[in-house]
C-alpha cells in the first residue's frame, strides 16, 4: 500500500501561482495512476486531475484546463499539481490519491490512498 503526503499549499493573490506536491512511499508508486482531488467548504469533493502511471495520459476538468498542469516523477515518487492563474473559486483542500486510472475516470472514490490533504487559499 503506498501513502502519499502533500504539501505546497498556501495563501496566494489571484493570478498567483502554486505547486503542489504528493510524496509517495512504497516502491509500487510507479505501478499507480495518480489524481488530485479539491474540496471546497459546502461543496463535494471534485477530481482536477490524473495521470497514468508514465505520464503519458492525463485528463483535467474543464474548469482548471489550461491552468493547471500535472506531472510525476517516477524516480522521486512525487507527483506535482502545476497551478496558475488562480483565481478564488479554485481555494479548497486540495487531496491527491493513487489507484487505477479507470476508477479516476469514472469518478470512482474508492481508490487505494489518499493524502491527508493540502489547503489552498486564493484571495481577492
Known amino acids: 500500500q503506498v501513502q502519499l503526503v502533500e504539501s505546497g499549499g498556501g495563501l496566494v493573490q489571484v493570478g498567483g501561482s502554486l505547486r503542489l506536491s504528493c510524496a509517495a512511499s512504497?516502491?509500487?508508486?510507479?505501478?499507480?495512476?495518480m489524481g488530485w482531488f479539491r474540496q471546497a467548504p459546502g461543496k463535494e469533493r471534485e477530481l482536477v486531475v490524473a495521470?497514468?502511471?508514465?505520464?503519458?495520459?492525463?485528463s483535467y476538468a474543464s474548469s482548471v484546463k489550461g491552468r493547471f498542469t500535472i506531472s510525476r516523477d517516477n524516480a522521486k515518487n512525487t507527483v506535482y499539481l502545476q497551478m496558475n492563474s488562480l483565481k478564488p473559486e479554485d481555494t479548497a483542500v486540495y487531496y491527491c490519491?493513487?489507484?487505477?486510472?479507470?476508477?479516476?475516470?469514472?469518478?470512482?472514490?474508492?481508490?487505494?490512498?489518499w493524502g491527508q490533504g493540502t489547503l489552498v487559499t486564493v484571495s481577492s
Open positions: 490519491a493513487a489507484g487505477s486510472l479507470g476508477r479516476f475516470m469514472r469518478r470512482d472514490p474508492d481508490l487505494d490512498a
Open positions: 512504497g516502491r509500487t508508486f510507479s505501478s499507480y495512476a
Open positions: 495521470i497514468n502511471w508514465s505520464g503519458e495520459r492525463t
